[in-house]
């Protein structure tokens, strides 16, 4: 008498699941910065290069505006951490460069979460503490200076970040090669900003280098959702 022996092959769940939660989490990331940016454009929020008597006109003014971005602060900063670890994960399936640059994306977009932390503690803290007849004074400046410099400084590390994750994706075969381009070329005008960090949190037109790569990131980070999510 004999037996067989069926083979099942594994439920495809555990594969494309945790794609599809990254995948997620990276669209959701996504939508929110370009929320909070939004609110703040819309409400006419400040440049670094304002005086500072309007700087505290408009967090007196605008205190639901900051309570709104520092709630999805709140949200996506986690979300990312979920997406740079996920994209580790992914990663790591296969050894050398994809498992490399994944860490490398994992540590800078650690930094770049905890100097937002930084950033947003310093912007809610302000309009927590003017009203509409606060009166400029030195520490005031200094709370929006070192906001100013925050922002600045995280920059170059967001750079490194997509930098990173891009040729992380792409070693793993996640995703084109186009977007490894993009997340390259996002990163380098990003970090091409963070030269000049003095200049950004003093209000230069060099901010604009690093909007775009910033700009640039963002559509990197919503077509790898989206790719994920179709995995």
Known sequence: MSSTQTTHPAPTSARTGPRRLVGAAAVATAVAVVAENAVFAASGAPGYDTPVDEVLAYYAGHRGVVAFAAGLVAVYLPLLLVVL?????????RDGVAAL????????????SAVLVLVNVLQVGLALSVDSDTEPTPALELVWRVHAAGFAFVLPVLGATVAAAALA???AGVTPRWQRLLGLGSGGLLLAAGVGTLAVADGSPLIVVGLLG???????????GLRLLRA
């Open 214 to 224: 910033f700009a640039g990131f963002l559509v990197w980070l919503l077509a790898t």
């Open 85 to 93: 670890t996920g994209l580790r994960g992914l990663g790591e399936r």
């Open 169 to 171: 994706t792409d070693a």
């Open 101 to 112: 640059w994944s860490r490398l994306a994992v540590a800078a977009g650690s930094v770049v």
